[in-house]
């Protein structure tokens, strides 16, 4: 029990890390930056669905939607790196 518990709050952390730095990066439109945090927002609202008692809810839209966000912040970072990259 405790282990799943732990790769989730990994997981949370990881999002939230390439979130935030995908959002800081210059030279994307708005809602390239923020796509990523507001798909960690929607999952950790679904999140505290479980507070609330609905967990189906939340096992249905959180998990996939922290996986969403780290894919795409993590392709932002990779598509910025290359670009400066390639001009410098």
């Known amino acids: 029990m405790l282990l799943p518990l732990a790769l989730l709050a990994v997981l949370f952390?990881?999002?939230v890390k390439y979130t935030l730095t995908a959002a800081r990066l210059p030279g994307l439109p708005r809602w390239r930056?923020?796509?990523p945090?507001?798909?960690?927002?929607?999952?950790t609202g679904a999140s505290l669905l479980r507070a609330a008692d609905l967990p189906e809810p939340a096992r249905l839209i959180a998990f996939p939607c922290n996986v969403a966000a780290i894919a795409l912040a993590r392709r932002e970072i990779r598509a910025y790196r290359t670009r400066t990259?390639?001009?410098d």
């Open 33 to 35: 930056r923020l796509l």
């Open 85 to 87: 990259a390639a001009t």
């Open 13 to 15: 952390i990881l999002a």
């Open 37 to 43: 945090l507001a798909l960690l927002l929607a999952a």
